[in-house]
């Protein structure tokens, strides 16, 4: 059976002190409602394909752009810190009509594990984390940040810029077309293409912050009481075996699945089986959740499930 594409509507939420943020809601009178979080220097648009595909299963799915990125408002000052993206995420989560599941990827899962374990009762229904632990590869969040901060001066031209993307992702077999990367860049006034987020966020506290925050993410993850997957990509820089026994060891009760081939960029590397895997994991928890089209593969059958 295919499943047809689930159009966004599109919105915007305003947090505590201010700021807009772009939000996109997909079958907005489905259930369970799934709400995803971005990685760090990601947007919205990270999520479209396993939204677009979740939504035309029945489920309701928010994706938000985070503050300082993609089309949200970005800080006047560009003083970033943790705990606001912590609050907005936790606004929207309480904002939404029953707790949802938090699909969160990278800085959006380690912000879902701090609100998962500090706010009692849990903002959320479960947690789906995205190749994330609250221990990473140094090297790989590393390799991340080089990219976010090669080209401080911008690109002549989308080609200039898909050049680039394909280069610190190549193992997909696609460039991004002019039209993939528009909502990815703004145009100057010097007529130069930069990058959505906001350029504070590299220059501030924001990145020593994550070191900091270890030892809470460390606390809040032993504290989570609500189901958990753990996505993991196979060539991960940033999740390693290591790290990965160190969080299913802290939370015990964590169920974790390895996507074969897949690298730090989960959902864009292998999204067909990475939305097979976040549909099973609805349907052990939710059982009026709509049985998997003829032809579709269950998480078993495409991961690495223990």
Known sequence: MRMESSPSNRTSFNTADGLSLAVDVRHPSGEPTLLFAHGFGQTRGAWNAAAATLAARGCRCVSFDSRGHGESARVPNGDYHMQPFVDDLLALAHAQPQPPMLVGASMGGLLGLVAAGEVRPSPFR???????????ETAGVERILAFMQAHPDGFASYAEAAEQIAAYLPQ?????????????????????????????????ELISECERYQPRLF??????????????????????????????ALVPHARHAEVPGATH???GDANDAFTAAIAGFIGSLEPAFRPRGEGEATCHEVLKCP
């Open 126 to 136: 479960a947690l789906v984390l995205v190749d994330i632990t609250p221990r990473w």
């Open 172 to 204: 997909r077999r696609e460039r991004k077309s002019e039209q993939q990367l528009r909502p990815l860049l703004r145009e100057g006034a010097d007529g130069r293409l930069r990058w959505h987020w906001d350029p504070a966020l590299l220059a501030g």
């Open 219 to 248: 606390e809040a993850a032993a504290k989570v009481e609500v189901p958990v997957l753990l996505l993991s990509g196979e060539r991960s820089d940033v999740v390693s075996q290591s790290t990965v026994e160190e969080f299913l």
């Open 265 to 267: 960029m989960l959902a």
